[in-house]
């Protein structure tokens, strides 16, 4: 592992428990990570592992029932819902596995989204996007709605929502699992690119060990546990 | 990059995403509207009727005419005076002159029996014996169509609504009442007030016909100005003779018309209250929905980092733009169907048919906007708290 200053992410001591009536799940249990600068990790792991969870952990999207989460010194799990949201907005760019895009905006109006949230003017808001649609190649594409873009499409504009901001950190959950081998290659590709040329720290979770392959780190977790890890 | 936009910008941005998502749920969104326009339609309509009653029974009343009535009396029906009575309160002071005398009209008033136009069922129609002075006192009377009655002759002139509400009453014919046979010589108007719903004929000659002797049930009087009023009212009040009370005609018709028109605003609330309680569970049943076809979307927007405030306010506002369209609709709607509508009701306070036009002015209509909104706000804010209430990690994995 790097020099702590190098350090993006630092999970400590996480558990995270769910309530289903009188039951608790524990989901995570004591959990320690460290994600450095300009890391691609991937999180792999069976269902139910928890993979999922602390990635929304790490996102700002969740909180634990116990430890700390600390994204470039700040410690998330401490701030307060409104702003924790503007967190997210400043420093996170997510991926979903489902694309999550509005199927009533046109793709350049899905990656203004977040821009939304900052006070760039509109001449300003178009550059950006103009920018994050031509990294993922689909500057043609612009105008065209969800439902007129292919799967690999709506996920390359998914990426582009989330690099529009230019956040310090890309969180990726399942990017391939509802793509084909090409399309799923495609995006692969691009996030590796994403974390070569523009020094994106990226964490992936995913269940495919063809995706994992891309990443520089790959960490397994079992049962809310970490129980391997692999490095490239 | 780091400066949010303000939390108004915010509202705007996700409130026109939501408003965009309509057309994807055009079925329960038109449920919902049509639903707030049927209520918005019953509330106008029913208000309008008590409006349009009470403007009949109103609007007539000139501020410088007076009636006089037996003491105890709450209405004509249920005074009597005599004729040296009547004569004592035509000289008091402050009554208007006219070309032969004093501008007062003793007068006495008779329910008919007619059939109504539209069901056939039998009405009471106020039939009212005047003097000649009673076309001075009320001036906003004229005769649309024929002439006056002649003195002494049996002879009547109807109003304009009675002609339209009640069967017979023709120019040109004649109709039958107890034992005599009367001839429509004349149409009149009169603003549109309450002596439209009624039929006018000569005292001298209702009083036999009638059996009524020589007595009258009121004197209508035209004073020289409003403010003569006080004067008059004194000098009546306090003359020996006379046990009457005095009333300007305004106040008269005003407490006239108090039952029936807080009888109809009451009914017509509570109708419009019901049905708006079905069309809330309407509102509520289609943002519920509209927040449930949409919690991936919502919880994506969170994700992004918008608030959960603007989320809340942009279903409510979402749910109030549904209802302030059927609020308009239903607005529309009732203008068009009931606004100048014409029909007659029962007075019970007279006991006699009052003919009248619905109507819907601006104050209804506005009304009856503020309450759609209102049916929006409370049908949006339980499924607004929902969406804002929902967990984003949970809710960013529904299909």
Known sequence: ?232 | MTNPLNWFSQVVAVTGFSLQTIVNRKGSSAATVIGIAGVVAVLVGVLSIAKGFRKAMTVSGSPNTAIVMRSGADSEMMSGLSRDETRVIADAPGVARASGGPAASAELFVIIDLPKRSTGTDANVPLRGVEPAAFDVRRELKVVAGRKFEPGKNEIIIGQGAAIEFAGLDLGKTIRVGQNDWAIVGVFTANGGISESEIWTDAAVLQPAYRRGDTYQSVYARLTSPEAFDAFKNALTTDPRLNVKVLRQADYYADQSTLVYNLITGLGTLVAGLMGLGALFGALNTMYTAVSSRTREIATLRALGFRAGPVVISVILESIVLAILGGMIGSVGAYLAFDGYRAATINFQSFSQVAFAFEVGPALLIQGMVYAALIGVIGGLFPAIRAARLPIATALREL
């Open chain 1, 1 to 232: 592992m790097s020099e702590n200053s190098e350090i993006l992410v630092h999970v400590k001591d996480v558990e995270k428990v769910f309530r289903r009536g009188s039951e608790e799940i524990h989901v995570l249990a004591g959990l320690d990570l460290e994600v450095p600068i300009g890391e691609f990790l991937a999180l792999m792991g069976p269902s139910g592992s928890g993979k999922t969870t602390l990635l929304n952990l790490i996102g700002g999207l969740d909180r634990p029932t116990r430890g700390s989460v600390v994204i470039q010194g700040e410690r998330i799990d401490q701030l307060s819902d409104r702003r924790l949201a503007g967190w997210r907005a400043r420093h996170v760019g997510l991926v979903f596995q489902l694309y999550n895009l509005l199927p009533v905006l046109t793709a350049e109006r899905n990656v203004d989204l977040p821009l939304l949230l900052t006070n760039l003017s509109k001449a300003d808001r178009r550059k950006h996007v103009e920018t994050a649609l031509s990294v993922v190649g689909l500057s043609h594409r612009a105008k065209h709605f969800p439902r007129q873009l292919s799967g690999g499409e709506q996920q390359r504009v998914g990426i582009a929502r989330a690099i529009v901001t230019d956040p310090t950190l890309l969180l990726c959950d399942e990017p391939t699992g509802d793509l084909d081998r090409k399309a799923g290659d495609e995006i692969l590709d691009l996030l590796q690119a994403l974390n070569r040329e523009h020094g994106k720290t990226i964490v992936m979770v995913t269940h495919d060990p063809h995706a994992s392959a891309r990443a520089t780190r790959t960490v397994h977790l079992t049962k809310g546990q970490l129980s391997s890890e692999a490095i490239a």
